[in-house]
Each structure stands twice: as structure tokens, then as C-alpha cells.
């Protein structure tokens, strides 16, 4: 009895000494039960941002949409029935998030390859956004897996949960604690926004309104961003949307943050200084990032028994 309880008190204290979060996932979940499925993921996801280099941002992004929506559960994958409030039409979805025909195309090569359907919609989101993020130079880390799929989306929790571009700095430091993020986590994870695009009504009354603007990066904003009409046209996020580098940070720096709120982790407040030391060192970030990424991915998991093993991501068994 004594020895059983010093080696639960030695367990514990290991894993406090190497300041690991206690968790239900494990990065080894598939290796026994499938330990193709891994690599097949990151062959779909290489042969997608090889067509096109987008495609990695995108899916990068619908891990994080997911994550913010009671947890990391593929909530974000169902389709509308009339018992499935889905939450692809969220205002921070609906024509917006993409990569879903992409997820598809995983689930369906994994359960071929694992010759029935083990793994959960929810990791392959997980694993593809890693796989992504790898794909556009950026940088790995250990996914933890284990996730369970939900039988249920809630469109109004989207709607409540996930961060808007009109948001000042207070606001996103509260959104991102209401998810167990803290402010470190929310710089490095918005520097997710060295990939991709964004469209012109995301970012519309920044470059006509704002005055913590580059003048000349907001005209030439302007150029593709009436004030009226083109509400769809893209701009890059930062200068290089298919690479993983710190010009996110840097364009910060400059003033040349293209959304509000990304402008807002660098406009006089606390999070000033982690933002310049991001901008001139792709090292600490890359290593915060990945850090954040994992913590992001423990987000309220289904696991166990709890919800299902989804046979197609976009409906409930
Ligand atoms: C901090 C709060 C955040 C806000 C307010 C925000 C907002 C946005 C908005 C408005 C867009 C453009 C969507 C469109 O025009 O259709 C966007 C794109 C994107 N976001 Fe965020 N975001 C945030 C955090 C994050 C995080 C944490 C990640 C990932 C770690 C992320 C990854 C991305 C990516 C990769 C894109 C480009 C997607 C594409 O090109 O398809 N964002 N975000
Ligand atoms: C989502 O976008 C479509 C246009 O593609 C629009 O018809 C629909 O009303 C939008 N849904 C919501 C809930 O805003
Ligand atoms: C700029 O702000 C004014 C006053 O709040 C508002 O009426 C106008 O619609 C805004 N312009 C854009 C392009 O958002």
C-alpha cells in the first residue's frame, strides 16, 4: 500500500518537475491500432498544399475554429440537419473557413488504410494542421491524440466563442482566457497569420478608419478594398502567406498589421514586447508557437468513451 501511494506521489511529482500539462491525449494513441494513419494524413495534407499553398493556412484554421467551439470535437465539420446546428454558417465561418473537402479525403484514405474507422475526425484536424504548418516551413511538434468526435455543433457557441477582427486587445486577451489561453498564447497564436488571407470586409474599417496604420501599406490596402463592393477580395495576412516566418510580427512592428486585431497585439499594450521580440527572432516564436499549438489542441477533449469515432466527419454514426 505505502509503496503504491510513493509511486503515485513520484508519478505526480515527475510530471509536475517536467512542467507537463496532465492530460487524457498520448502523442503514441494510434501506434498499435493503426500506425499508418499518420503518415497518411501528412501525404494528403503535402499533396494539398502542394495544388495549393493556401490550403495549409485554411487548415491550420479549422483546428482553431474547432478548438474555440466546446473543445477540440470536429464540432466544426457537421453539416446542418435538423437536429445538427451547424456551425459552418457562424459569422466567423460562413463563407469563410475552407479545407473541408480536404479533411474528407483523409478520412477516408486513413479508414482505408486502418481498414476500419479508428481514428477520430477531431485528431485528424489536430494532425493536419501540424502537418500543415510543417509543409510551409514552420515548425513540429508532437501532436497529442486520443480525441473523440462530438455528436453535436452549436452555430450560437460559434457565434459567442470565436474571436472577431474588430476585437481591441482586453477583448482577445478575455476570449482566449475563457479557453485557458493566456496572453503569450494568444501572440504566438496569432502569429498563425504569417499564412494566409484574409478577406476585404474583415478588414475594411481598418484601412479606411484606423490611425495605428502604415498610411501607405492602408492606401495600398485600399487599392483591392473599396469602400463599397469587393467584399471578398483576398489580401495576404502578411507579406509571405505561404511561408512560416516572423514578417507577421515585424509588419506589427510597421504598423502593418492587416486586420484590426492583429494590430492590437502591438498598439501600446502589454503584449508589446513579446510581439518585438517574435518580429526579430523566428526561433522563440516557432518554439512558442508549437507550444501554444499543443496546449490549444487539449481544448475540453472528448475522450474515452465520450462521443463517438465519426465513419464521415460531416454527420454523427
Ligand atoms: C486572435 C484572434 C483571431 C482573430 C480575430 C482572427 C480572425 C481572422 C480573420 C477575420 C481571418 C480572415 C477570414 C476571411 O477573410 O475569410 C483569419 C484568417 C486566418 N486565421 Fe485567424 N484569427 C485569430 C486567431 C487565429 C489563430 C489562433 C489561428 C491559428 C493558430 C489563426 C489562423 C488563421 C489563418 C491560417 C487564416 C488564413 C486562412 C485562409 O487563408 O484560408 N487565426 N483570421
Ligand atoms: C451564409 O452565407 C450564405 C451565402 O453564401 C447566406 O445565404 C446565408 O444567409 C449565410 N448564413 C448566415 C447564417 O449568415
Ligand atoms: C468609418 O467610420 C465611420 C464613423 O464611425 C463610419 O460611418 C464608416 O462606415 C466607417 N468606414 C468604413 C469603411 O468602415
Redesign the pocket.
Known amino acids: 500500500m505505502a509503496s503504491t501511494s510513493f509511486l503515485f506521489l513520484y508519478v505526480l511529482l515527475m510530471f509536475s518537475l517536467a512542467g507537463m500539462a496532465i492530460s487524457d491525449l498520448s502523442d503514441d494513441f494510434y501506434d498499435d491500432v493503426c500506425p499508418e494513419a499518420l503518415p497518411t494524413i501528412k501525404r494528403v495534407v503535402e499533396d494539398a498544399v502542394r495544388q495549393e499553398r493556401?490550403m495549409g493556412?485554411?487548415l491550420?484554421?479549422l483546428h482553431?475554429h474547432d478548438c474555440f467551439v466546446n473543445g477540440c470535437d470536429a464540432s466544426i465539420l457537421l453539416d446542418q440537419t435538423a437536429t445538427i446546428d451547424s456551425e459552418k454558417t457562424a459569422r466567423?465561418n460562413n463563407n469563410?473557413v475552407?479545407g473541408f473537402e480536404v479533411i474528407d479525403k483523409i478520412k477516408s484514405e486513413v479508414d482505408k488504410v486502418c481498414g476500419c474507422p479508428v481514428v477520430s475526425c477531431a485528431d485528424i484536424l489536430a494532425v493536419a494542421a501540424r502537418d500543415s504548418v510543417v509543409a510551409l516551413h514552420g515548425p513540429t511538434w508532437e501532436v497529442e491524440l486520443g480525441r473523440r468526435d462530438s455528436t453535436t455543433a452549436s452555430r450560437t457557441t460559434a457565434n459567442n466563442d470565436l474571436?472577431?477582427?474588430v476585437?481591441d486587445l482586453p477583448a482577445?486577451i478575455d476570449n482566449f482566457k475563457k479557453q485557458g489561453l493566456d496572453e503569450e498564447d494568444?501572440v504566438a497564436?496569432?502569429g498563425?497569420?504569417t499564412?494566409?488571407?484574409?478577406?476585404c470586409f474583415?478588414f475594411r474599417n481598418r484601412i479606411y478608419n484606423d490611425t495605428n496604420i502604415d498610411s501607405t501599406f492602408a492606401s495600398q490596402r485600399q487599392e483591392n478594398c473599396p469602400r463599397s463592393g469587393g467584399d471578398s477580395n483576398l489580401a495576404s495576412?502578411d507579406p509571405t502567406p505561404a511561408l512560416f516566418d516572423s514578417k507577421y510580427f515585424s509588419n506589427l512592428v510597421s504598423k502593418k498589421g492587416l486586420?484590426h486585431?492583429d494590430q492590437a497585439l502591438f498598439s501600446g499594450g502589454e503584449t508589446d514586447n513579446l510581439v518585438k521580440t517574435y518580429s526579430t527572432n523566428l526561433r522563440t516564436f516557432s518554439k512558442d508557437f508549437a507550444k501554444s499549438?499543443i496546449k490549444m489542441g487539449n481544448i475540453k477533449p472528448l475522450t474515452g468513451n465520450q462521443g463517438q469515432i465519426r465513419v464521415n466527419c460531416r454527420m454523427v454514426n
Open positions: 493556401r493556412a485554411s491550420l484554421r482553431f466567423a469563410s475552407r474571436p472577431t477582427p476585437m482577445l494568444l497564436l496569432s498563425g497569420h499564412l494566409g488571407f484574409a478577406q474583415t495576412l486586420l486585431s499549438m
